[in-house]
């Protein structure tokens, strides 16, 4: 009965929230629905463009998911970090004389190439963590 309770909270939590961009987007569809009106009686010569509705069960579903994956996300405000698993990038100059350098990584953080560490394996209380999820591309 805990895990149904606590489901019917957190549902009973973002209903407001997703009523209110229903809301939003059933006004986004009126607006344009009133313009095309518009521009098509006075203007005889504007031809029936493709017009893309906001408000679908598409759209509904996502905009649903998108809010149950974020009352149910692991990470909230003042509580503790999450120990996530990273695994160290293979070994390049800039990694091995940057790793070298620091005196103060624990030894579990440093591990063999492309093995599992935990995050917070990095962590120390004189300096702060910063991560930094950049791409190549």
């Known amino acids: 009965m805990g895990m149904a309770s606590e489901d019917l909270l957190v ?3 973002i209903l407001p929230g997703f009523f209110s961009n229903c809301l939003f987007l059933a006004l986004y569809d009126s607006v344009v629905l009133v313009k ?3 521009s098509l009686r006075c203007c005889r010569s ?3 463009g493709e017009w ?3 408000l679908t069960s598409a759209g509904l579903r996502s905009i649903w998911n998108s809010f149950l994956l974020d009352a149910y996300k ?5 509580l503790e970090a999450p120990n996530s698993k990273v695994v160290k990038v293979p070994d390049s100059p800039r990694w091995s004389s940057n790793l070298s350098n620091m005196t103060n990584v624990p030894p ?3 591990i063999a190439n492309k093995e599992e560490c935990r995050l917070l394996d990095f962590e120390s ?3 702060p963590l910063v991560v930094n999820f950049g791409s190549a591309t």
Do not use: E, F, I
Request: proline content about 4%.
């Open 11 to 13: 549902t009973l939590q």
């Open 36 to 38: 095309r009106a518009v």
């Open 46 to 48: 504007a031809g029936p």
């Open 52 to 54: 893309r509705r906001m």
């Open 74 to 78: 692991q990470v909230k405000l003042g």
């Open 108 to 110: 579990g953080a440093m």
């Open 125 to 127: 209380s004189d300096r």
